[in-house]
């Protein structure tokens, strides 16, 4: 250095404090985090020195800028002279290479970039045969000690940036201004690496500083909850100069710490470290603590406050556990129970009356029950039970009454009475079950199935039980004797016109009452004729038995010339019952046949199904989307689910005061017109939401206030006393009539090409 003083020390001095730097910046290429294998890349400086200073020189500056900075660091003179050996080394390997490549003819970049890379391998190969040596314990879950992805990474960048180096120092750098000597392009190329090495320290720091903290979190779990505190190391002596320990300050019966180590060639533990240990033990004490007082928590998180039944935890652990101990004789049963409208009566009356409705409610449950069963909420307005050491379904089903009974009890608030409303689904389970998940999901099916029977208005106007099929091989027999002997029980609930107020339609609905359960819902009947391949027989019996019925109706009132059955989509098939329907249609000509598809079933249709049902729709059959509007419904269905009628879910009309709900259905009813497809709302439970739809101009509806499902007698009772009347009133009403800007209603169903029938339309 002293050859040239002015010049020379200066960027000896620069190239000191840009080594360090580098040094400091510590790139991790093992596989795992807490075990890997770091490399530093002091090499970087090596294109901004050599212009200037002599090779040797430069490998002098690498070397000393690091044995600085490492005893800086580590404060351990063995550590840093090794790092500052393997630097030099690692270095003379660099300019070795840069040397030999230059003399063949290689360009300057190329061969620069290929001696970044010879560094990198020569430093690696040294570190892994140490490491391989020390037999230092690096437990990494089976994984490699070097990732390939960031070797390949870090050697595409030292590669990148010693070639961009070299090039700022043979054409300048990329600044305004020209002219410069050698000298100055060296010294702008040492500070842009001086800036590159700053840049990788904060990076690393922030990403250590993460580490920090994923390790307090991760530790204080591991110490307090799921280690035992004899696996602590106990302090007997103070710590190898490679580790730090801290005194554990829960453990009562001997001093025991935990205790950090790192790879012995590796930098010393910074108080930085030794406190991030303090706080892990600060934290495992707590959490301790915190076990100590387990037992008490875990009760209090297993209570839902407002109405001190245990929640749906507690639910499923009580479950599991008497479903896991009962005696092979011993039957269970579970009751889902939601009370209905509850948002509407938090809006009406205030959320504090719900929460007394709530805990007036649980409480009444609670006392219905025996001592043995579990009574618990699930939800804002759900409750689940489980019935315990019962012998039959009867059994289980008197006592979902007395539930029922009581749930349904006038509550008083002040000089307020609310009646509640109240569904229950039931299963009931005569064996151990593998996996009582599923007499969960049958419960909570058939309450589902009594929300949507209220939505559509067909089921009774006040409360009710669904029973779950699927648990009783009772019911299952039943259920395939019924159908087996072609004794299924339909019921008829009217679709009404509300330009005219007459009926013009008729849905027919599936029954099925047994002599211990009571009314079966009819997707439990519907899921056990799937599980035991009936479904399209009992199908076919619904759909001809309708069909007979229809033909009654039509002899008893003109007006009458729809009929409407559910069906899944994948019924439609030609190999199915295609071919049924459309012969079937052909035994009736003066009446249509209505295949409605709930619109699960017809969430994919195939090509060939969608061919299938143009078919049935070119033959005089109509096909209507049904349950729009649920929670699974899709704008999708709309578009591609060839249809004549849309039927509405009541869920969509529950608070015609919202205008989002009237927007929606006003709508729907004018895509429906645009695409000749008439639409349907279900779910009308009273006059006033009957006027409500007839003024957004809705032309046809279903629910409660026009009837509920009826026998075949009934309904041709009905149709004898009043005929085609919606409503069946001994006054005189007037009817109902549209705004006068949608008097004029399009028919509501398009005669179709061919039909061997006359297009049916509501009363005008």
């Not at 290929?114 to 879950?141: D, H, K, M, N």
């Not at 019966?253 to 240990?277: E, H, K, N, S, Y």
């Not at 301790?288 to 935890?313: F, M």
């Not at 000089?415 to 064996?431: H, K, Q, W």
Request: with cysteine; net charge negative.
């Amino acid at each position: 250095m002293l050859d040239e003083p002015d010049t020379r020390i200066l960027f000896a001095l620069g190239g000191i404090f840009c080594v360090a730097a580098l040094e400091i910046a510590w790139i991790r290429i093992g596989s795992v985090a807490h075990r890997s294998l770091m490399i530093t890349l002091p090499v970087l400086a090596l294109p901004a020195l050599t212009p200037v200073l002599p090779d040797y020189g430069v490998i002098g500056i690498v070397m000393f800028g690091i044995l600085v900075a490492l005893l800086i660091e580590s404060r351990r003179l063995d550590v840093s002279v090794y790092g500052a050996g393997l630097a030099g080394l690692g270095c003379l390997f660099f300019l070795l290479i840069d040397g030999v490549l230059g003399l063949v003819g290689v360009s300057s970049m190329p061969a620069v970039a290929a001696a970044s890379v010879g560094y990198v391998a020569f430093v690696l190969t040294i570190e892994v045969v140490r490491i391989s040596l020390a037999g230092a314990p690096a437990e990494r879950g089976g994984r490699s000690l070097i990732s390939p992805v960031r070797l390949g990474l870090l050697l595409i960048t030292v590669a990148g940036l010693t070639m961009t180096s070299v090039h700022w120092s043979e054409v300048g750098l990329p600044t305004p201004g020209a002219g410069r000597t050698p000298t100055q392009t060296a010294a702008g190329v040492l500070l842009g690496t001086i800036v590159v090495a700053i840049l990788a320290i904060v990076l690393s720091a922030m990403s250590d500083m993460r580490r920090r903290i994923n390790g307090l979190v991760l530790g204080s779990s591991i110490l307090s909850a799921t280690r035992p505190l004899d696996s602590v190391d106990d302090v007997t002596e103070a710590p190898e100069p490679a580790a730090i320990g801290v005194q554990l300050s829960f453990t009562a019966v001997q001093p025991q710490c935990i205790v950090a180590r790192r790879d012995a060639m590796d930098g010393a533990f910074t108080g930085l470290d030794r406190r991030a240990l303090q706080a892990l033990s600060a934290m495992a004490e707590l959490v301790g603590q915190a076990r100590r007082n387990g037992v008490g928590l875990t009760a209090r998180a297993s209570i839902d406050s407002l109405s001190g039944l245990p929640n749906y935890g507690a639910f499923q652990t009580a479950l599991e556990t008497i479903n896991s101990q009962r005696g092979e004789d011993e039957a269970i049963a579970v009751l889902f129970i939601h009370i209905d409208a509850f948002k509407r009566l938090n809006d009406t009356y205030g959320h504090q009356a719900g929460d007394t409705v709530l805990q007036v409610v649980a409480q009444r449950m609670r006392q219905a029950v025996r001592p043995h069963d579990v009574v618990s909420r699930v939800g804002g307005d759900k409750f689940a039970l489980i019935l315990t050491r019962l012998s039959t379904p009867a059994e289980a089903a008197d006592l979902a009454n007395l539930v029922l009974a009581a749930a349904t009890l006038p509550v008083s608030i002040g000089e307020t009475v609310i009646n509640p409303r109240v569904g229950i689904g039931l299963a009931f389970s005569e064996r151990v079950e593998a996996d009582v998940a599923e007499l969960v999901l049958d419960a909570d099916q058939s309450l589902l199935s009594v929300k949507k029977a209220r939505r559509r208005g067909t089921a009774d106007a006040a409360n009710s039980i669904r029973v779950s099929a699927h648990r009783s091989s009772h019911v299952t027999a039943a259920v395939v004797r019924t159908i087996d002997n072609d004794e299924l029980v339909l019921a008829y609930q009217p679709i009404v016109s509300l330009v005219s107020g007459e009926i013009w339609a008729f849905e027919a609905l599936l029954r099925y009452v047994d002599p211990d359960f009571g009314a079966i819902s009819p997707t439990a009947l519907v899921q056990t004729a799937k599980r035991l391949d009936r479904f399209d027989l009992l199908t076919r019996q619904v759909a001809a038995q309708a069909m007979l019925a229809a033909a009654e109706f039509r002899l008893v009132e003109p007006a009458i010339g729809c009929m409407a059955i559910n069906v899944d989509a994948d019924q439609l098939t030609q190999d199915r019952l295609g071919g049924f329907f459309q012969t079937l249609g052909r035994q009736y000509p003066e009446l249509s046949l209505c295949l409605e598809l709930n619109e699960r079933s017809a969430v994919h249709l195939s090509d060939a199904i969608r061919e299938q049902i143009d078919r049935l729709r070119g033959s005089g059959i109509l096909i209507a989307l049904d349950d729009y509007g649920s929670e699974e419904s899709s704008v999708d269905s709309l578009v591609r689910v060839p249809m004549d009628i849309l039927k509405i879910d009541g869920g969509l009309i529950d608070d015609l005061e919202d205008i989002r709900q009237r927007e929606v259905l006003m709508a729907l009813q004018g895509f429906g017109d645009k695409l000749e497809y008439s639409m349907i709302v279900e779910g009308v439970e009273n006059a006033q939401m009957a006027a409500q739809l007839s003024n957004l101009g809705i032309r046809s509806a279903q629910g409660f206030h026009f009837g509920i499902p009826q026998s075949f007698a009934e309904t041709v009772d009905r149709l004898n006393e009043f005929g085609a009347q919606a409503v069946r009133r001994i006054i005189a009403r007037e009817p109902l009539e549209p705004e006068p800007s949608r008097a004029r209603a399009p028919e509501i169903f398009r005669p179709l090409p061919n039909d061997r029938r006359a297009a049916t339309t509501p009363p005008q």
